[in-house]
Nanobody, 119 residues
């Protein structure tokens, strides 16, 4: 099973941008399908975006603003977030092995990276 380290979060004003990174280690065989998830305070963890091969899937809330990419040589996946909104404030996580699946299917998570968008 792969382990993930998320980074790149921070505090940004509404309309700003951030790029998150998800570095994988361990058994990365399941890295073909990988996704980003987020959990806002008081809310359940939700799907944000996923990639498998050249295919991508985005949650409606982030379409046109967020973009996922990967560097297979580095076992790293990136999340470029543009036009950020206060409602994007959450802890962001990555996970692999199930394309576009709900967060509930995963049993283990990394520590995540906090994204805070001020209005």
């Amino acid at each position: 099973q792969a382990q993930f380290v998320e980074s790149g979060g921070g505090l940004v004003q509404a309309g700003g941008s951030l790029r998150l990174s998800c570095a994988a280690s361990g058994s990365t065989g399941s890295m073909n399908a990988i996704g980003w998830y987020r959990q806002a305070p008081g809310k359940q963890r939700e799907f944000v975006v996923a990639i498998v091969g050249v295919n991508t899937k985005y949650a409606d809330a982030v379409k046109g603003r967020f973009s996922i990419s990967r560097d297979n040589n580095k076992n790293t996946v990136y999340l470029q977030m543009n036009s950020l909104k206060p409602e994007d404030t959450a802890v962001y996580y990555c996970n692999s092995g199930c394309y576009g699946c709900p967060a509930s299917v995963f049993r283990s998570w990394g520590q995540g990276t906090q994204v805070t968008v001020s209005s």
